[in-house]
């Protein structure tokens, strides 16, 4: 079980968007993620007719790693660290270390 997941909210914690936060919208195998509208680069795009794709410059996503950001806790309107925790059916779930609120049930 991975201490971020797709779909959550994040706060990014160190490098050029310091500050920002967004959506995780990819999980990458080597501990790294994509949040939308993060750490963006330009990449310069061929036209391709026969796909119907246009030339010009477009801003792609590029991956973060995950120890650079922190999980968005609504209650502090902060970003928190995250634990682990087992209920008492034994499901295991995530935790905010702050304020020891169930993250999902």
């Known amino acids: 079980m991975l201490k971020i997941k797709k ?3 994040v ?3 160190a490098g050029k968007d310091k500050g920002k936060s967004g959506r995780v919208s990819k999980l990458l195998d080597n501990h790294k993620i994509l949040v939308e509208g993060i750490n963006q680069a330009k990449k310069h795009q061929k036209p391709n007719p026969n796909a119907g794709v246009s030339g010009g410059i ?4 590029m991956p973060i790693h995950v120890s650079n950001v922190g999980l968005y806790n609504p209650a502090t309107k902060k970003p928190d660290r995250v634990g682990f925790r087992f209920l008492e059916n034994g499901k295991k779930v995530r935790y905010f270390k702050s304020t020891n609120e169930v993250v999902d049930v």
């Open 11 to 13: 706060v990014i914690l």
């Open 58 to 61: 477009i801003a792609k996503d």
């Open 7 to 9: 779909g959550d909210d």
